[in-house]
């Protein structure tokens, strides 16, 4: 039998979106359906919106999300009813080529649902990165759904399914940053924050945050930023070599998406220093480096596709942390919504004033 719930619908390229009633099956094998509490609102929900990631409408918005397993298909059995869960858009498949490999973090054929969620005329949605979690439920893959402490507030956990853990596993995971190390992150945004808390958790010194927004300087400051800089005012570059002793910051992360951006972390690294590029650009975007400098500089060029996370390793362990006071998840909560009130978020999101607007179902 299908549930009728309530959910965020794109229907239309560059439309907003409207709340409408959808029908949602019961979960089938390697299925599990999730009655979601909390959903942040993220770039890309408006990204799908614009048209910007595919022409699949309508499009059912929302990915950052936590909630309780209601039922799960027939031969799923290492996730029940009453489970807590955070949504995560990997679930691993365990057989591709980078799976076998001992990478599973770089999966190439991650599982979402089989059935599809529909329109009550029964036209099919396509739910935002494999999720669709504006809505009072959502059917997944039973692998999307990673159990962690129940005691954690749902607004603040469900963070961890998408941006969050793309800044803290841009710093942590891919860019490796440790103790004692000096890192700079240009964008000071939800992802950017993000980076720079996982940062401090991982130990390092200097930590740098670069923006245009004095706003999201002072929130950067707040989450661990030793330093910060305004780039409006001065070069980047040179600030972030003055206060690395001259050198640059061993790991620079670029969380804007521009190519201008990504230069200015392209040169701001110390010599065989580590770029980590987790901003997403626009397929238009060029960049233009002297060769002899990509040579010359050494080190290494990475992009950071979700963190490089582990759902089953990181959303457990950042839970504890947060649960413990050591990581302030809560902070990446500026406030909590209707499922009536997304459109007003993406202006807020729009004109920079939140971090986060979160759904509360
Ligand atoms: N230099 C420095 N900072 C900039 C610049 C610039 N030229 N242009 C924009 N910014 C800052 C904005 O002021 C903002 O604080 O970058 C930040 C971007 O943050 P958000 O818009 O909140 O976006 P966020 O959710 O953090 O995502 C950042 O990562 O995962 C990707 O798709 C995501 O590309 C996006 C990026
Ligand atoms: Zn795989
Ligand atoms: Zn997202």
Redesign the pocket.
Known sequence: MAHEVRAVVAREKGQPVSVETILVPDPGPGEALVRVQACGV???DLHYREGGINDDFPFLLGHEAAGVVESVGPDVEDLAAGDFVILNWRAVCGTCRACRRGQPWYCFSTHNATQKMTLADGTALSPALGIGAFAQKTLVAAGQCTKVDPRARPEAAGLLGC?VM??FGAAVNTGGIGRGQSIAV???????VAAIAGAKLAGASTIIG????PR?LATAERMGATHTVD?RDVDPVEAIRELTGGHGADVVVE????P??YKQAFYARDLAGTLVQ???PTPDMRIELPLIELFGRGGALRSSWYGDCLPSRDFPMLIDLYLQGRFDLDAFVSETIGIDDVEAAFEK?HR?EV?RSVVVL
């Open positions: 993220c770039h890309t941006g793309a800044g240009i964008g000071c945004g939800g992802v950017g670069v923006d245009i927004d999201k780039s969380a804007v998406g521009r201008e951006t987790v901003g997403v999101m920079g971090l």
